[in-house]
């Protein structure tokens, strides 16, 4: 049995995304486990002594997960269990999350309570299925389903305000009421992380500066790129290309994995994030602008006033200036002026992090399925979960 080094109180907060999956207890500030959401299955051959194939040996199996797991893609099969927010692959779903949860977080999750956080949006059936698996798979005691944004709101001290939560494969705008995500105000697009991530890795193939060093443009090499050196312009790109590049030459290397430094230049850096902004009805100030649209006019000030960038993709620096810009176009000057947006520093982690002080409430239990309810209910599943899941 493993050994499990956290009392009776704590309850195991989950946060499934598409890109990785964080993990931890309650009343902590961050998550203990953040893992790349990817499982891969290498079959490799023994080689003998000189490095030959030893075609008399049984071939090996080896099951890598998170960010090796991409690392050998290439070797094998690699297993996304989430796609854009969406179940993408169930049974890889289950390996990982053992694995995050049996051998990293090491505890024994069949005597703890459990909050899962997904998607806002997530389709019922999809939570229907999380459910089944924890409790009949994993069999967990009880486990409560928490909408993220509402949780990314929570870890700023707010129950009101507009999230807009960006994540590796999608990017919502939720308007959010004294707790409550409003979901026919909910809009999505299915941009994200993992596409400024192509963007650089196409942009880094086509660069003539950098045709030299094409063999590294593996996507976890382009995702590291993107994290240390991505801006968002203030204005467009156009604009941004026709100035003078801001950056020290310190600002812009880049070293590859055979420890060579690179320079990037500004179209790669500012290019790629323009993805962003770039789906006309699906760009990140205009499902903000259809979030506040579509809520009463009373409550538009609050929203705008409360404005909480979330999720990895947040972290890019720029966008809350290129957000307020684009935004002057979109909403009356009157609301314009009284916008804020919130920055905080570890939104990076805002979900699990709001999800960690809510699980520390009293409150909280009110809102466990347990394995009783659970039984009860399973002839109509979607009714238990439905009705507790938040
Ligand atoms: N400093 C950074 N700059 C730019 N992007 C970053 C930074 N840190 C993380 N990211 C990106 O954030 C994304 C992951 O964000 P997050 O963990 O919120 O997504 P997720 O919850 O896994 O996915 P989703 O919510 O879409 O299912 C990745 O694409 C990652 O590369
Ligand atoms: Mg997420």
Not at 109 to 124: A, F, H, V
Not at 258 to 268: E, N
Not at 346 to 361: E, P, V
Request: aromatic share 6%.
């Amino acid at each position: 049995m493993v050994e499990c080094a956290v009392d009776e109180l704590d309850v195991i907060v989950i946060d499934a995304g598409g890109g990785s999956l964080k993990v931890g207890f309650s009343g902590e500030d961050l998550p203990r486990t953040v893992l790349s959401t990817a499982m891969s299955v290498v079959t490799e051959i023994p080689e003998d002594d000189e490095g030959n194939v030893d075609t008399t040996a049984q071939p090996k199996t080896l099951t890598y997960f998170g960010d090796e797991a991409l690392q050998n893609a290439s070797k094998g099969t690699l297993k996304l269990p989430l796609k854009r927010g969406l179940l993408h692959d169930k049974d890889s779903l289950e390996d990982v999350l053992e694995h995050a949860l049996r051998s990293l977080l090491k505890v024994d999750y069949e005597e703890l309570p459990i909050l899962l956080i997904d998607s806002p949006l997530t389709p019922q059936h999809q939570r229907d299925f999380l459910a089944e698996m924890l409790f009949e798979k994993f069999k967990v005691r009880s486990l409560a389903m928490m909408n993220s944004a509402v949780l990314s709101l929570f870890s700023t001290g707010r129950t009101r305000g507009m999230v807009v939560e960006m994540g590796h494969g999608v990017t919502h705008a939720v308007p959010v009421f004294e707790g409550f995500a409003i979901p026919h105000a909910t809009f999505r697009m299915d941009y994200g992380g993992q596409d400024i991530t192509d963007a650089v890795q196409k942009i880094f193939k086509e660069l003539p500066s950098l045709t030299a060093y094409q063999q590294h443009a593996h996507p976890w090499v382009m995702r590291s790129l993107k994290e240390s050196l991505c801006h968002v312009a203030p204005h467009s790109l156009k604009e941004q290309l026709a100035s003078e590049d801001p950056a020290s030459d310190e600002e812009r290397s880049f070293e590859l994995p055979d420890g060579t430094i690179v320079q990037v230049d500004q179209q790669l850096r500012y290019g790629a994030p323009e993805i962003l902004f770039a789906g006309g009805d699906r760009s990140l100030p205009k499902i903000t602008q259809m979030g506040l649209n579509a809520c009463d006019l009373d409550f538009r000030l609050d929203l705008v006033r409360n404005l909480v960038l979330a999720g990895g993709t947040s972290m890019i620096p720029g966008l809350s200036e290129r957000i307020r810009n684009e935004m002057q176009m979109l909403v009356p000057p009157d609301l314009h002026r009284q916008m804020e947006v919130i920055l905080d520093s570890q939104r990076k982690y805002s979900a699990w992090i709001g999800g960690s002080m809510f699980a520390s409430l009293s409150t909280f239990e009110h809102f466990l399925i347990t394995k009783q309810d659970y039984e009860e209910g399973k002839s109509s599943l979607s009714g238990v979960v439905a009705r507790k899941a938040w």
